[in-house]
């Protein structure tokens, strides 16, 4: 069973944070295959958090050693190659994939730069946070290439822009209703 566990801090404005981190943890764990993690009958958890860009500035500083602020971090719990093979990671019976944080004001700006809904963009970052909390990354092209392919089934699934196209015909800049 997935737990996904959201922590909305100012500035993010009022809205069902709780279901779109959930919804998006999800169809993202779906496209993948370790989407049996969702209906396992241990807990696996995922902690999404929505914070200030000075929040995220200085975890990217201490962790990463960029000293600005990004749109989104990851934080995996679990090495990507032993989540075939772990059950658990905790004393508590719960297998913790990880945590995912986003910048209010970087994830603003690029949503209105893209003209997508504050809300779709998010949806897209967390879907983006978890695949490389299940290892996915992209430092080479062919791994840019198969990990933009999943962001961009998951959120055609969930009838979402193309991130990475702006141009395409059915190009939705709102959010969800």
């Given at each position: 069973?997935?737990?996904?566990?959201?922590?909305?801090?100012?500035?993010?404005?009022?809205?069902?944070?709780?279901?779109?981190?959930?919804?998006?943890?999800?169809?993202?764990?779906?496209?993948?295959?370790?989407?049996?993690?969702?209906?396992?009958?241990?807990?696996?958890?995922?902690?999404?958090?929505?914070?200030?860009?000075?929040?995220?500035?200085?975890?990217?500083?201490?962790?990463?050693?960029?000293?600005?602020?990004?749109?989104?971090?990851?934080?995996?719990?679990?090495?990507?190659?032993?989540?075939?093979?772990?059950?658990?990671?905790?004393?508590?019976?719960?297998?913790?994939?990880?945590?995912?944080?986003?910048?209010?004001?970087?994830?603003?700006?690029?949503?209105?730069?893209?003209?997508?809904?504050?809300?779709?963009?998010?949806?897209?970052?967390?879907v983006h946070g978890l695949l490389h909390l299940l290892g996915y990354d992209h430092q080479g092209s062919v791994e840019a290439e198969h990990m933009?392919?999943?962001?961009?089934?998951?959120?055609?699934?969930?009838?979402?822009?193309?991130?990475y196209n702006r141009d395409e015909p059915e190009f939705d800049a709102r959010g969800f209703e």
């Open positions: 069973m997935i737990d996904v566990a959201v922590q909305v801090d100012p500035p993010w404005p009022p809205g069902d944070w709780e279901a779109l981190g959930t919804r998006a943890v999800a169809a993202a764990l779906a496209a993948t295959p370790h989407a049996e993690l969702a209906t396992t009958p241990e807990l696996v958890e995922v902690s999404v958090r929505l914070t200030s860009d000075e929040e995220v500035h200085a975890l990217n500083r201490h962790y990463r050693g960029k000293d600005k602020p990004t749109n989104v971090l990851s934080f995996p719990m679990v090495q990507p190659d032993l989540l075939e093979t772990v059950s658990q990671n905790g004393d508590d019976g719960e297998l913790l994939l990880g945590d995912i944080v986003l910048a209010y004001g970087v994830c603003a700006r690029e949503a209105e730069e893209k003209g997508v809904a504050l809300d779709a963009h998010a949806t897209h970052l967390i933009e392919s999943l962001e961009r089934d998951v959120l055609a699934r969930l009838g979402l822009h193309d991130p």
